[in-house]
């Protein structure tokens, strides 16, 4: 009977307590190097004293300790990845569509900023134009070329060109 039941879910892998533990202790304790990371050039100096110097030194860092939260983040979630959801023990596909669908995410992540920074920097030929190609009413905006510095005034902008 014990073989009839091992046959029927041939396949499917039972992760071990020792294994999801292991791993849940790997978690909480990234999670605490994370929030000690972020905390070090705030609370470093009152809490050790003796390196007052070096953490003043890195006072403004912020990127070197938003590197280091996300570089364990990103060890946070291969973990997930691997033991909580299985992805381990399963077929070279199922690690293909997890890496794939990261690196797709990756993609869509990036081109959605690129989408959404085009504005940021106005570039010359981007300009505004009617949407319709009908004649035009000549006191309208269509003939007014870009405003490369749209907060100054067009006359300051006018006495720069001429000099």
């Not at 050790?48 to 030194?57: E, H, R, S």
């Not at 920074?117 to 009617?130: F, L």
């Not at 035009?136 to 300051?156: H, N, Q, T, W």
């Amino acid at each position: 009977m014990a073989e009839a039941h091992a046959e029927e879910h041939h396949g499917h892998h039972v992760t071990s307590n020792r294994v999801l533990n292991t791993t849940f202790l790997q978690l909480f304790a990234a999670m605490v190097i994370t929030i000690l990371a972020a905390r070090a050039p705030i609370d470093g100096p009152a809490l050790f004293p003796g390196f007052k110097d070096f953490f003043l030194k890195w006072e403004y860092a912020w990127g070197a300790t938003n590197a280091i939260a996300l570089g364990i983040a990103a060890f946070k979630a291969v973990q997930v990845i691997r033991f909580f959801m299985g992805v381990q023990y399963a077929s070279g596909l199922i690690k293909l569509y997890a890496v794939m669908g990261f690196v797709g995410f990756t993609w869509l992540y990036i081109l959605f900023w690129d989408y959404v920074g085009r504005p940021w920097e106005p570039v010359r030929g981007w300009e505004t134009v009617p949407g319709t190609a009908l004649p035009r009413d000549p006191d309208s905006d269509a003939g007014v070329p870009y405003k490369l510095y749209p907060g100054k005034e067009e006359g300051a902008s006018a006495e720069m060109s001429h000099e």
